[in-house]
C-alpha cells in the first residue's frame, strides 16, 4: 500500500529543473508504416507541459506506436515529432535523462532486489532521488530483499514507478499505472501522480481504467485507427451531453403509458432487471412526469437521480469499441 503524502524531501524543489515551456510535446503530421499497414495517419497533436494528459484508444488504435515514437524506441516515417524541444530519435542523449518511462511489464532483472535496483538506475543519473525516498514513499520498505521474479503485481508496479521517476524527470511516461493494484495503492498512486503535476512535471499515461483518466488527466487524447478523433478535457467531451434520469422499480414494468407523457426524443427502457433508465435531457418535466406515472401506478421509485454522459461513453460513440486490458 503507498504511504500517505510525504512533505519532507517531497517538495517542488525535488523537481527545481523543470523547464517553463508552452507545449512539452508537439507532433505534426506523424506517419508510421509497419510494412503495408499504416499504424499513425498524418497524426497531430500537442501535450501541454506541466500537466496530465491521458492518451486513451482500442487496442491496435495506434497510441502504443506513438507512445514509443515519443519515448524514442521508433523512428517515424513521415512528420515531425518534438520532445522537450528535441527530437527524440536524433537527439536522444540529450532527451533521454529528462525523461521518465514506466512500463507496464518486465524490463527490469529478475534477480535483482528493489533496493539494488534503484541504486544502480540513481548511479546513472547527475541529480538522481534518492532510493531510500522512493522506497518509503511507495510502500516498498518490506519488498527491498525480495527479487524482483518474486515480487507481487502491485510490488512490481511500484517499483516500476519508482524506477521512472528516480532521475527526476521533467517529463513522465506512465502506461497502466495501476494496473493490479488494489483500491488504497490506486488512491495512493493517484495522489502521487497528482502531486507530480503540482510540482510542474508533465505526464502522459495511458491507461484502460476510464474512472482513472477522468479524475487525473487535464487533456484526454483519444486515438483510433491511426487517427486523432478527439482531443480536450474530461469536461469538455462530455460537456453538453443529454443528461438521463434512472431510477429503481419491480422488474417488469409495462412502460408505454410512461413513455406516451414524455416529450419528443425521449425515451424510456429497463436497462436491466428492475433498473429504469430516461434518456434524453432530464428536464423538470421529464421528472414530473415520471414520479406522476409512478404513482398512479402505485410504483415506488428508488434511487432516482439525474446521470449525464460519462467518458467510457463518449469513448465507445467515437471509436464503437471497448478498452482492452
Known amino acids: 500500500m503507498l504511504e500517505q503524502p510525504r512533505t519532507e524531501g517531497w517538495t517542488r524543489s525535488t523537481w527545481g529543473r523543470v523547464a517553463a515551456m508552452a507545449a512539452a510535446i508537439e507532433v505534426v503530421g506523424l506517419v508510421k508504416r509497419y510494412g503495408s499497414r499504416t499504424a499513425l495517419h498524418g497524426l497531430t497533436l500537442g501535450v501541454e507541459a506541466g500537466a496530465i494528459t491521458a492518451i486513451l484508444g482500442p487496442n491496435g488504435a495506434g497510441k502504443t506506436t506513438l507512445i514509443e515514437t515519443c519515448e ?135 491507461t484502460h481504467y476510464m474512472e482513472e483518466a477522468e479524475r487525473l488527466a487535464d487533456t484526454v487524447v483519444i486515438v483510433d485507427h491511426g487517427r486523432l478523433v478527439a482531443q480536450g478535457s474530461p469536461q469538455q467531451l462530455v460537456g453538453g451531453a443529454p443528461t438521463s434520469l434512472e431510477f429503481q422499480a419491480r422488474p417488469g414494468l409495462e412502460l408505454t403509458g410512461l413513455q406516451g407523457r414524455l416529450p419528443d426524443g425521449v425515451l424510456v427502457r429497463e436497462a436491466s432487471a428492475g433498473r429504469y433508465r430516461v434518456e434524453g435531457t432530464a428536464t423538470p418535466e421529464v421528472m414530473a412526469a415520471v414520479a406522476g406515472w409512478c404513482a398512479e401506478q402505485g410504483v415506488l421509485a428508488g434511487e432516482m437521480r439525474v446521470t449525464g454522459r460519462s467518458l467510457e461513453d463518449v469513448f465507445l460513440e467515437l471509436t464503437g469499441r471497448g478498452l482492452s486490458r
Open 72 to 206: 524514442g524506441f521508433r523512428r517515424q516515417d513521415a512528420g515531425t515529432v518534438r520532445v522537450l524541444g528535441l527530437d527524440p530519435h536524433r537527439q536522444a542523449r540529450q532527451l533521454k535523462p529528462r525523461i521518465g518511462v514506466m512500463l507496464q511489464q518486465g524490463g527490469m532483472y529478475p534477480a535483482a532486489r528493489p533496493r539494488e535496483l534503484l541504486n544502480l538506475l540513481a548511479s546513472f543519473y547527475a541529480r538522481p532521488l534518492p532510493p531510500e525516498l522512493l522506497i518509503r514513499r511507495l510502500g516498498l520498505e518490506e519488498a527491498t530483499r525480495t527479487p524482483v521474479r518474486r515480487l507481487s503485481g502491485g510490488q512490481q508496479q511500484r517499483l516500476a514507478l519508482a524506477a521512472a521517476l528516480i532521475g527526476r524527470p521533467e517529463l513522465l511516461f506512465l502506461d497502466e499505472p495501476t494496473t493490479g493494484l488494489d483500491p488504497q495503492a490506486r488512491q495512493g498512486t493517484w495522489e502521487l501522480i497528482q502531486e507530480l503535476r503540482r510540482d510542474g512535471v508533465t505526464v502522459v499515461l495511458t
